[in-house]
C-alpha cells in the first residue's frame, strides 16, 4: 500500500490525479492539502477516498505514514515544495513544467539523486496509446529516416486566467510556450530524442492581451484567479521557433489566443519512409506511408492517460525503480525552453 498527501486541489488534482488514485486499490490518500482549505473539503466530498484535509503541506511531510507527495500547485511552487518533499524522504510527482526555469529544476534534479527518491514530472502524454505507437514506428524503423518535426498548437482564445499566476511571469516561468508549448516539446524529446542539438531561433509575442482590458473573448479557462483590473500579464500568448539538430529540423509554432478561424493541435513527423500526424488532444493519429500511398488511420485505444501515468508511478514507488516520466528523462526539454526563451529575448538564434 502506497500512502500519498495531494498538496493543491485545483483543476488538474480534480480532473486528472484524484480520480486516477480513487480507483487504485493499492493507494490511500491520507490528506489533501491546499491553501484554500474549501478547495480540499470540496475534494474530501468528490473523493472520499481522502481520509483528511491540512492547510499546510508541512504536516504531511511529518507524517511518517506518507510515503509519496503529488504536488499539484502553480508552477512557482514546483521546486520549493518537491524539495521540501524529497529532503523529508518522500517520493514526488511533481506536475509540468518542471519549475520556472532549467536551473531550478537541476536543483530539483539534484535533491532527489540525494534523497534517493523518485521525482517523476506530470508529462501525461508519454502515456497515451497513440503515442507509444508512434514511438514504435520512430524507433523501429517504419518511418525510415526521421527529417523534420512540425508542431503547431493555436486556440482561437484560451488565455487561462488573464491576470492572474498563469500570465505573471514570476509565478509561471513564462506563457503558452511553458504551459502547452511544454507539452508537446516533450513529445518531440520522447518520440524522436532531442539529441545534439545544434542552434535555436524564436519569437515570442503578446499581441491580443498585450493590453488586458482591450482582450475580447468568449470565456477564459482558469477564470477563478484572473484579475483583468489590477494583475499581470507579462507573457508570451504566441510562440514560434526553429530548432536544427543533427539529424532533423523542429518547427513549432503555437499560442493561446490568435484570429484563426479554427482551434489546431498536432505534431507531424516527416520520415522517408512514413509520415505521421499525432492529432494531439483526440489521441490519435493517421500514417502516410511512401510504399502503399495511402493514409492509414490509427487503431489504437483512447485510454485516459492519467490512470495510466498514476498506475505506473505508483508501481514506480513500489518498485524503487524510475519510469519514463522521471525527471531524468524529462529535463532537456526545461533546457530547450530556457533556450527558446533566450533567443526570443535576444532577438538572435543561439547556436550550441
Ligand atoms: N499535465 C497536464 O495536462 C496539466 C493540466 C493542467 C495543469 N497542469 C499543471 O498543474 C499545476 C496546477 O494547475 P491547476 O490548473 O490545477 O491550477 P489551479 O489554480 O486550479 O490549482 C492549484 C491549487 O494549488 C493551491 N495552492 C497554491 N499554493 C499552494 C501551497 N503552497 N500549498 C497548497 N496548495 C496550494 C491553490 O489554492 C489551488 O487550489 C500547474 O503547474 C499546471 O501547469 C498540468
Known sequence: ????????????????????????????????????????????????????????????????EVDTV???????????????????????????PIALNYKDALEMQKEAQKANKILNIGVNNRFNAAVNKIKEYAQGGTLGNIYHVESHFFTTRSIPGLGGPFTTKEKSGGGVLIDWGVHLLDLVQYIVGHRNLKSVS???????????????????WAEDTSDIEHGTNDVEEFVSCFARYDTYTLSFTGAWASNIPADEFYLDIFGSKAGVRLLFNKQTFKIFSSDTLEVKESDVPFENHYEIEDKMFIESVEKGQKNRGHIDEVIDVEQLIDLIYQSAEEEKEIRL
Open 202 to 220: 524564436a519569437s515570442t509575442k503578446s499581441v491580443l492581451a498585450k493590453n488586458m482590458k482591450e482582450y475580447r473573448y468568449g470565456n477564459m
Open 70 to 96: 503529488f504536488v499539484l500547485v502553480p508552477n512557482y511552487e514546483h521546486k520549493r515544495i518537491s524539495i521540501d518533499a524529497l529532503r523529508a524522504g518522500k517520493n514526488v510527482l511533481c506536475e509540468k
Open 1 to 64: 500500500m502506497v500512502t500519498v498527501a495531494i498538496i493543491g486541489c485545483g483543476r488538474i488534482a480534480n480532473y486528472a490525479h484524484l480520480p486516477a488514485l480513487s480507483k487504485l486499490d493499492n493507494v490511500r490518500i491520507k490528506y489533501a492539502c491546499d491553501i484554500i482549505i474549501e478547495k480540499a473539503n470540496k475534494a474530501k466530498i468528490d473523493f472520499p477516498k481522502i481520509e483528511h484535509t491540512i492547510l499546510d503541506y508541512h504536516e504531511a511531510l511529518n507524517d511518517k
